[in-house]
């Protein structure tokens, strides 16, 4: 399987097995959606339980709300996650805070999903990685996929977790893992391990992260497409690197974290959002602040410019494999 | 092409509106068209919201000066039903009354009224059933206590005392009573609206019987989720009660801030092909009726409707308001719909099932009735009394169902801090 046709199979095993699990958003139902994540679901399992939205994100987020009070278990979509921010207050002062303004009354067991980052040309409104703002509230679980295994199996624990679940969906690898050089051609995932994905149920625990390759010098963190930029820029490099797929940001698996770098010693983070008050800062700090007397030279953050998306220019924003390897050498040379 | 020469354009100029009284000038409502009690006419619940597009620019009134109910939309209740909703309407007058002077006294950090809108919530108590799902705004108190909720309850969240449920987190008189199908409030205006639409989705995708209900203030019809709210529940004619309490002032914006010059906030409902009904909003009957002819729409699947109730509101917006720096002092005085609970006293008295003295005893049992209350709220703190009734750590809890390690591990910070400063 791709990573869309894992997320689409994700959808359709939470269905099978739960008849409050309900899907809508723009062009999900008939169409099943303009990367096809939702084909098949409407007819599968009825107009009631996958329909389409009118295009409103502040509505498709409160009725899911609405619906999630009521007892199912919602899985809205926002097409572009650029256009979550209409629907900004309802996920922030409403479903993540539900379960604890009403202490347990009420819950909000949504999975938002929404492709997001960047390189397919998207332009400023169809490359945005928003996640740093949702890290930063107190009562939403962020998750990020990086292979087809993880997507599905990551996606059926977020729509079974009992709280607001945002899973942002690198659409660059949709198809095939991207290693950040956008002049060679993509390989398929169906020549990649991960695209192995077992047809039924399994689910990849949120809140771990996965050690994607062992190594004694600098500890790279990242998620999502970044995973195979930092994978790529191993293999071209040849440094001795521990790749760490954070896959959940909140739940943060902190202690594979500091266990990696209190052994290497360095580190290095990479993500594709913008720079100030990114994830990356809170990566930073927590490394800083727990791994401190064993570091051994500064942390390094390699990420998108403070600036938005530029349409033609993309690949000067994009954190790419020159990037990445300038930020290795930096921090490898003492 | 603003300055294109040989063009003498008229400058233009920006309308801000200013409501008609202000401090100090002499308030008249005699220009306000009321239709008269009894003239609207009642469609059927099943009609097309098409052929009732008159029904968002007049009135609906049940209660004529004489005290009699009459016309189309005349509920018919029994006299017991009528003095329930007159109980309940004194009782939540109490209850506000004791809870002001709690805050006065520094009981607690803050209390709003709903003076002169009693009407609003508890005809429409009484008019949903107990299964249907309210979500409220802030001045809807009168659905719990319709809805027989233990003051003490409501006292203890109000205090944010020991027998908080909500141990301690919301600001007061933001309840949640699940039990009583009182959704938790939020502070965020409107956000509710579209949150009572998904909720009435679901349970029409269920093949439940059960409907929604929401409420929001004339000021809030400005913020996008109310029309997000209106444009799903149109498109999936979703069974739900889109309720606009019309109290004139969200704070110290009058109505004209929301758009309330321009048209009525009922034909909001039109342009979403919604049902659309304007009810005098302190006449508890044509309340009662409006909202029983929405919930059989509902519940017959004929789709949302949305109801404009139209009202004063005769206190200040909340505790920390002074509404005498921006209205005359006496507009709600003159404001020609008089006080929905004189009203149907009134009412019963002229059908002969009520009377003075028994009013006055009801008045004085159920003070009785809520000074018990208090009493027995206090007992477990109040707001002033102890900072921590539920004990510093459980803030870190509810955040999420089960807590993560960095919320454990910052409980343990917070547990230290205290312990090392002696506190």
Redesign the interface.
Known sequence: MNMIQAINSAMDVCMERDAGVTVLGEDVGYFGGVFRATAGLQKKYGKTRVFDAPINECGIIGVAIGMAAYGLRPVPEIQFADYIYPGMDQLISEAARLRYRSAGEFTCPITVRSPFGGGIFGGQTHSQSPEGIFTHVSGLKTVIPSNPYDAKGLLIAAIEDPDPVLFFEPKRIYNGPFDGHYDRPVQPWSKHDSSEVPEGYYNVPLGQAAIVRGGEAVTILCYGTMVHVALGVVADTGVDAEVIDLRTLVPLDIDTIVASVEKTGRCVIVHEATRTSGFGAELSAQVQERCFHHLEAPIERVTGWDTPYPHSLEWAYFPGPVRLGEALKRVMKD | MADAPGRNLRPLSLHVPEPKYRPGDAVSFDDMPLADAGSVARPDVAADPATMRDLPFTLIRVLDPAGQAVGPWNPRLEPDRVRSILRAMLLTRAFDDRMFRAQRQGKTSFYMKCTGEEAVAVAAAHALDRGD?C?PSYRQQGLLIARDWPLVDMMCQIYSNAGD???G??LPI?Y???EAGF??I?G?LG?Q??????????????GDTRI?ASWVGEGTTAE??FH??C??AS?FRAPVILNIVNNQWAISSFAGFAGGESTTFAARGLGYGIAALRVDGNDALAVYAATEWAAERARGNHGPTLIEHFTYRAEAHSTSDDPSAYRPADEGMHFPLGDPIERLKAHLIAIGEWDEASHEALKTELAEQVRAAGKEAEKLGTLSGTAFNHGFETSFE????EM???LREQMEQSAEERRVAGV
Do not use: C, E, I
């Open positions: 799902m979500f449920r909500l141990k987190r919301q933001m949640s009573a699940k959704f938790s939020s965020n956000t609206y579209p949150q009572a639409v998904g909720w009435a989705m679901a349970s029409a995708a269920k929604a996008g989720d997000a709210a444009t799903f498109v509810d955040v999420f169902a993560p390690q960095h």
